[in-house]
T-cell receptor, first 118, second 108 residues
């Protein structure tokens, strides 16, 4: 099946620094990728929808200047958490759908990135 | 009304039990439906798609009722390895909308 690779799996950074997370679709093209955040014991919350070659669409309440998304190719989207603070510590997950498939095609998820800001 | 509602549980059931999860969704324009499972501190993984006529995959049966905007998942003969959080996921437009999940613990 389709594979989405996310890197890094976990990262610890100092408050005020920036962290970049990469999401790659390995064997399919993804015109659209999704970025989610999940706090402990809570559900996945969509942060933004990333479209190849255009600006990302952010959900209400998500700061686009803080969470920079770049989707430069059909197989790579990146999320940069800028000036990270402890409250940004969370589990970040990307997902993608195969652009060629129909409506009943599921989303494939990356392994997730556990970010801890100290 | 929330977009997707699920009973958070936890459902604590003995091995071999049959357990059912329900999910309601608010957007009648939802085009596709999925059940995902998520293990602690891991990414969600697809359990099964949900088709209009209902579908079965081994011990798992999914049903969809578009008129009532309701989806269900039935697990028969529960195994210890079924312990996870089960996420109901309607899809519309370009978005997968995740429910809060129902936590299942299968006990020996």
């Amino acid at each position: 099946g389709a594979v989405v690779s996310q890197h890094p799996s976990w990262v610890i950074c100092k408050s005020g620094t920036s962290v970049k997370i990469e999401c790659r679709s390995l064997d399919f093209q993804a015109t659209t990728m999704f970025w989610y955040r999940q706090f402990p014991k809570q559900s996945l919350m969509l942060m933004a929808t990333s479209n190849e070659g255009s600006k990302a669409t952010y959900e209400q309440g998500v700061e686009k200047d803080k969470f920079l998304i770049n989707h430069a190719s059909l197989t790579l989207s990146t999320l940069t958490v800028t000036s990270a603070h402890p409250e940004d510590s969370s589990f970040y997950i990307c997902s993608a759908r195969d652009a060629e498939e129909g409506l009943n095609t599921e989303a494939f998820f990356g392994q997730g990135t556990r970010l801890t800001v100290v | 009304r929330k977009e997707v509602e699920q009973d958070p549980g936890p459902f604590n059931v003995p091995e071999g039990a049959t357990v059912a999860f329900n999910c309601t969704y608010s957007n009648s324009a939802s085009q596709s439906f999925f059940w995902y499972r998520q293990d602690c501190r891991k990414e969600p993984k697809l359990l099964m798609s949900v088709y209009s006529s209902g579908n079965e995959d081994g011990r798992f049966t999914a049903q969809l009722n578009r008129a009532s905007q309701y989806i269900s998942l039935l697990i028969r003969d529960s195994k210890l390895s079924d312990s996870a959080t089960y996420l109901c996921v309607p899809y519309y437009g370009q978005n997968f909308v995740f429910g809060p999940g129902t936590r299942l613990s299968v006990l020996p």
